[in-house]
């Protein structure tokens, strides 16, 4: 039965039929399936196609806006249940955003959304946002770890931006720095002197752990 609905879920999103996508997340909530597996293996799966229609040049950009959009009107529904609802002691402050010149946001509030339901006190910073801007939260929120996304290979490079303004804002020693994001790699993020990566929003919550010293 889940199977079914994981492909129900992501044929809603390459179709970008955003009513569909609703009643379905719905639907997936009210049979008790895990919200986490419908993001991954129903809506993820959707979105990563339609990036192949889009890359063959079968999809132009309104059909990539509108299977995004699809894929929050029910990504807006699953998230508040992976949350869990519980009270728990606050593993680390982390201030997450998508880096200058991005605007993907799907991803990071994912991430986002994993390490809140996971004891992180969670500051989601939004897209586009600079260097400084990061520095800015930073402080404002005691922030201990930053998490920096990046989707395309000309952004990718903010990432870099981000730890130099921080080494440069005597920040470098308090704060640890998680990059992600589909071209993002294990090998770039050493080359940029990131204290870790992750490859997707499960193994954000352990890298997260790490980097806070807390046991996962
Ligand atoms: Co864009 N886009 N897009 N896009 N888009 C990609 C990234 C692309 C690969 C599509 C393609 O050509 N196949 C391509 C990039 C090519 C490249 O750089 N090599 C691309 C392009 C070219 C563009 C535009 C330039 C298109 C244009 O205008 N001609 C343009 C750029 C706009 C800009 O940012 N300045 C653009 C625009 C858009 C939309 C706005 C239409 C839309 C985003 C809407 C939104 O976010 N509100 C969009 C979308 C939807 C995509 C694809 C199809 C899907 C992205 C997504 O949401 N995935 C994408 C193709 C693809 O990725 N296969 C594509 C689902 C999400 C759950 O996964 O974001 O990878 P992801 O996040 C994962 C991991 O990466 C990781 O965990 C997440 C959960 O598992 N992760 C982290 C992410 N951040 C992390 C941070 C961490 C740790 C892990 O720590 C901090």
């Known amino acids: 039965m889940s199977e079914e609905m994981y492909k129900k879920l992501?044929?809603?999103?390459?179709?970008?039929?955003?009513?569909?996508?609703?009643?379905?997340a719905r639907?997936?909530?009210?049979q008790g399936l895990d919200p986490l597996a419908c993001i991954t293996n129903g809506l993820t799966k959707g979105i990563q196609q339609v990036g192949e229609l889009f890359a063959s040049g079968e999809y132009y950009?309104?059909?990539?806006?509108?299977?995004a959009d699809t894929m929050k009107v029910a990504m807006d529904i699953?998230?508040?249940?992976?949350?869990?609802?519980?009270e728990r002691e606050v593993v680390g402050r982390v201030v997450i955003g998508t880096v200058e010149g991005d605007l993907h946001e799907i991803g990071k509030t994912l991430v986002g959304t994993m390490l809140s339901a996971n004891g992180f006190q969670v500051t989601d910073i939004g897209v586009d946002k600079t260097a400084a801007e990061f520095i800015e939260a930073v402080k404002e929120n005691n922030?201990?770890?930053v998490g920096a996304s990046a989707l395309l290979t000309t952004t990718m490079l903010q990432q870099k931006?981000?730890?130099?303004a921080l080494d440069e804002a005597g920040l470098k020693n308090q704060v640890k720095v998680m990059v992600g994001g589909a071209p993002v790699t294990q090998s770039y993020a050493d080359q940029i002197g990131a204290d870790g990566y992750a490859e997707d929003a499960i193994s954000a919550v352990d890298i997260?752990?790490?980097?806070?010293?807390?046991?996962?």
């Open 10 to 24: 992501a044929q809603a999103v390459i179709d970008g039929e955003a009513d569909d996508a609703e009643a379905l």
């Open 27 to 30: 639907q997936a909530l009210d």
């Open 61 to 67: 950009l309104p059909e990539l806006i509108i299977s």
């Open 78 to 86: 699953l998230e508040p249940a992976l949350a869990g609802g519980q």
């Open 143 to 145: 922030a201990t770890i």
């Open 161 to 164: 931006k981000i730890i130099e």
């Open 208 to 216: 997260a752990y790490r980097l806070a010293d807390a046991p996962a």
